[in-house]
């Protein structure tokens, strides 16, 4: 009678660890996933820096309108009557300096306006009504402003 052979299976002592080229694949394969993901993040990176410049300038112009909203009517019109245009700016206009150093240009418009375009020309700043004044206050080049009308009679 023959006796089945048997074998004993021995580990091997090199099993343990990573080799050299699952090292070198697994290498490859997160550099090719983490460049697109960071450019992936980069837009996001620079939307953050526009928002806070946005967000930053945002109170100053705030500011200015509040500051033309309390004036007396009589002195808003005389500026518009001296700026001939809205788009031109008026006296009111001014530099902003921010703690950080930064300035800013506020220019501050204001025009006659006309409320019921009753002269059919949908032009805003033609056939104006009597005690209604358009004030808008901008920062050049930033494509921000803000605006509102004044009524004589508020």
Do not use: C
């Amino acid at each position: 009678m023959s006796h089945p052979v048997t074998r004993r299976m021995h580990p091997r002592a090199n099993m343990a660890g990573l080799s050299y080229v699952e090292v070198l694949v697994a290498v490859a394969l997160i550099t090719l996933v983490l460049v697109p993901a960071l450019d992936a993040l980069s837009p996001g990176l620079t939307g953050s820096g526009i928002h806070k410049a946005t967000a930053e300038d945002h109170y100053p112009l705030i500011g200015k309108l509040e500051q033309m909203l309390i004036e007396p009517y009589g002195q808003l019109n005389s500026a518009a009557d001296a700026a001939g245009s809205p788009t031109t700016p008026t006296s009111y206009s001014d530099v902003y300096t921010y703690a950080s150093g930064r300035q800013v240009v506020r220019n501050v418009y204001i025009a006659r306006y006309d409320g019921d375009n009753a002269d059919a020309d949908d032009d805003p700043f033609t056939g104006t009504n009597d005690g209604l004044l358009w004030v808008q206050v901008a920062i050049p080049g930033s494509g921000m402003s803000i605006e509102s009308l004044v009524s004589e009679y508020d």
